[in-house]
């Protein structure tokens, strides 16, 4: 069996799950060993769509043909299937599987994290896997109903919600952030989860796995080294860092930044006049110079709030969905780089 901890692995977790305990930075699905699915057969699945209200009729009918077409093909050995619902975790599980997993992409290429939903087809391909990695933290509302589809599959199919491992961090709204990725450390709890997962279903490869996640951990590591070194000199005063969506609250955790988050606050048909100055004096008060909107066109609301407050408006991959970034640590120094830049930049 292997040792975990061997592999330099436990977390200094700042967690309220408890801090520095392995055991504590995991999944709860599978500190528990919860098995969350039992098995019978694809019309049972189908049953269960019903259950759902969220897919029509139609849809229902096509997947349980999807089911049972695939029913017949499904071979068990050689490679572990994962069904992944974020480009993340995808990678992740590349990273850490290896030549071990063959990993099925459920989230579209340039789909919208927070109006996604799995339709026919991307079941379908979850079927055919024995994991299914999810974000957790309320990032996947329909992953309830995800659930008691894959309730009836056989062999079991075991969903994770790979984000129960970062601690939960606090919009300054006092809302949860669910955008746990933006923190390397949170990347490095959650590949352990993902490993141990790994390994349950591979025991014969847990050493290759052990080493690949040594592997991916030493990667965050040295991301968290690079951003606490290229923001290390930045002022108090200047440290504040404005989003079109609370995103980036994780990663103003790890690394000492004030995170101020647009939408709700100025979003259009959302906003009031008084909201939006305030917003605009508070922005002018900490020195803002850039404001940052997700990886697309920013949206008005976004850029009115700039121009008033004399500040740019700059893009991140907060989502870490957007096409063309084909690493964490691509994604992440890409961030990083432009948050560093908004710092510097001339004040408007
Ligand atoms: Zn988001």
């Not at 974000?135 to 992953?143: N, Q």
């Not at 440290?239 to 939408?263: D, G, K, N, S, Y």
Request: net charge neutral.
């Amino acid at each position: 069996m292997t040792n975990w901890n061997d592999a330099g692995l436990s977390v200094s977790s700042r967690s309220k799950r408890g801090s520095g305990a392995v055991l504590q930075a995991l999944p709860t699905s599978i500190r528990s060993g919860r098995r969350i699915f039992s098995c019978t057969c694809p019309v049972e699945i189908g049953e269960n769509i019903d259950k759902i209200g969220r897919y029509g009729y139609a849809q229902a009918m096509r997947f349980i043909m999807l089911i049972a077409l695939f029913a017949a093909q499904i071979a068990w050995g050689g490679a572990v299937r994962v069904a992944s619902l974020h480009p993340l975790l995808s990678e992740m599980a590349r990273r850490v599987g290896g030549e071990d997993v063959e990993v099925v992409d459920l989230f579209p290429p340039h789909g919208e994290l927070h109006r996604f939903e799995p339709g026919a087809q991307e079941l379908a391909a979850a079927v055919r896997s024995r994991l299914i990695l999810a974000c957790g933290k309320g990032v996947e509302p329909y992953l309830g109903a995800l659930r008691e589809v894959f309730s009836a599959a056989n062999p079991p199919v075991r969903v994770l919600e790979l984000g129960d491992a970062a601690p939960e961090v606090m919009t300054p709204e006092g809302s949860l952030d669910p955008h746990w990725w933006n923190a390397p450390e949170n990347m490095k709890r959650a590949a352990f989860g993902l490993a141990l997962a790994l390994s349950e279903e591979l025991p014969e490869q847990q050493e290759a796995i052990r080493a690949r996640l040594t592997a991916y951990a030493q990667a965050m590591d040295e991301l968290t080294r690079e951003a606490r070194l290229a923001l290390a000199h930045v002022p108090e005063e200047r440290r504040t860092l404005v989003t079109e969506h609370a995103a980036m609250c994780h990663f103003c955790a790890a690394f000492r930044l004030h995170p101020i988050a647009v939408q709700g606050a100025a979003a259009e048909g959302e906003g009031d006049m008084a909201s939006v100055a305030q917003l605009t004096r508070e922005l002018r008060r900490r020195g803002v110079r850039r404001v940052y909107a997700e990886l697309r066109e920013a949206p008005r609301f976004l850029q009115n709030i700039a121009a008033a407050a004399g500040a740019e408006v700059g893009e991140l991959s907060m989502d870490g969905v957007a096409p063309g970034q084909p690493t964490y640590e691509t994604l992440f120094r890409n961030n990083l780089r432009a948050v560093c830049e908004g710092f510097l930049c001339e004040k408007k």
